[in-house]
């Protein structure tokens, strides 16, 4: 429990953010503000832009930021750079920086609840067994770089892999071959793309995916799956084109939707609420609307990380309500958060503010609602 610096009362407040959860909601331009330093000196000893840059001359169009970079900079990201012969990855021309492991089923996946490798879901199409595909792998993905800087990042280490504009040392360059490569390893039957957030790769990732499809079909490797770990804020068009691969390969879209309103999305992720809720909705309609020509497994996953004292009920009222009006066989799945990264100063999710946010989802009318990471729940507020 902390002071809020707008109401000064007592409550659920995280120093990485200042101010309350009522406050954001109810004065956005005055606590917005309340976030944005913390955060902006964090930025700066790793080389990344306080802001989505605005004064540049090249334009990133991948997602929502629609950065502007300017020559010697980088987009909000940190992947995208402009060093003076146009917009190139960090990692160089055609190369992405990535941290890749093997990841035995049943994995530890957003989606571990409906995915094909856990279960019955897509079976005989896209998995061979009823159940764990025991013996067989994810190959794991991890991607530098994401266009959200959430103050309760959970795997920060994504920034500090391709900070200053340089890999760090435990970071591999790769090449969409180097990718497809690990890909068709006959004991690999998913390829989850996460991090940090596959978006600012994306266009490699579509080269690699495509590839590791058609490969893995001539080699008759029947199952190899294409999944998407993501905050959702990719462009639409883009986002059509990797989401159909993962549809063709019996792959899911894992969409994080961080809240419903857009001035408490802004203070936990350091974009702009407005457009990002926009185009989580936009992203979210597309999705929904490609599901239908697949039945199983679902194409769509959302989750929803419970912030203590800022992702509240009402937030994930929000969230379902929109979901089972666009379609109510949508699966999501409740995530319980722990201390991390800026915002170290708030307890676990509370067992209460899962089971009241799982409640309110259902009466929302979505059919299918999973709690994920439940061993991190306790009685702490």
């Not at 994995?107 to 896209?126: I, K, L, Q, S």
């Not at 609420?273 to 199983?296: D, F, H, P, Q, Y």
């Not at 958060?337 to 979505?366: C, N, Q, W, Y």
């Amino acid at each position: 429990m902390a002071i809020c610096s707008l109401c000064g009362f007592t409550k659920l407040v995280s120093g990485s953010i200042g101010v309350c959860y009522s406050c954001l909601k109810s004065r956005p331009s005055d606590a917005t503000p309340f976030s944005r330093s913390r955060r902006s000196r964090w930025r700066l000893t790793i080389g990344f832009p306080e802001e989505p840059p605005r004064g540049g001359r090249l334009k990133c169009n991948l997602c929502v930021n629609e950065c502007w970079i300017p020559e010697g900079g980088s987009g909000f990201c940190g992947v995208w750079v402009n060093r003076g012969m146009g917009l190139e990855p960090v990692a160089g021309k055609g190369r992405m920086a990535v941290h890749t492991y093997l990841d035995p089923h049943p994995t530890n996946c957003v989606a571990t609840p409906v995915c094909p490798a856990t279960t019955d879901r897509g079976f005989p199409e896209f998995t061979f067994t009823k159940g764990v595909e025991r013996g067989f792998y994810n190959l794991a993905v991890f991607l530098g770089g994401c266009p959200l800087d959430c103050v309760f990042c959970q795997n920060w280490e994504h920034k500090t892999m391709i900070a200053h504009s340089r890999l760090a040392s435990w970071a591999r360059s790769y090449t969409v071959d180097d990718l497809v490569e690990e890909a068709l390893d006959p004991l690999v039957t998913c390829v989850c793309y996460f991090g940090g957030d596959p978006t600012p790769h994306t266009p490699l990732l579509i080269q690699a995916s495509k590839t590791i499809i058609a490969r893995s079909r001539e080699r008759g490797q029947r199952y190899k799956r294409i999944c998407w770990e993501t905050d959702g804020l990719l462009n639409p068009n883009v986002m059509r084109e990797s989401a159909r691969l993962s549809l063709e390969s019996g792959g899911i879209v894992k969409i994080d939707w961080k809240a419903w309103t857009p001035s408490v999305y802004e203070a936990l992720t350091g974009v702009n609420g407005e457009k990002a809720v926009r185009r989580l909705m936009e992203n979210t309609r597309l999705l929904a609307g490609m599901s239908k020509s697949r039945g199983e497994p679902p194409l769509l996953v959302v989750s929803i990380l419970l912030v203590p004292g800022y992702v509240t009920v009402e937030e994930v009222e929000g969230i379902a309500g929109y979901i089972a009006n666009l379609d109510a066989n949508i699966p999501v799945v409740l995530l319980a958060f722990h201390p991390d990264h800026l915002m170290r100063d708030l307890p676990p999710t509370s067992r209460r503010h899962a089971m009241e946010a799982e409640k309110a989802i259902r009466k929302a009318g979505v059919k299918e609602v999973y709690i994920g990471n439940e061993w991190l729940l306790g009685d702490y507020y």
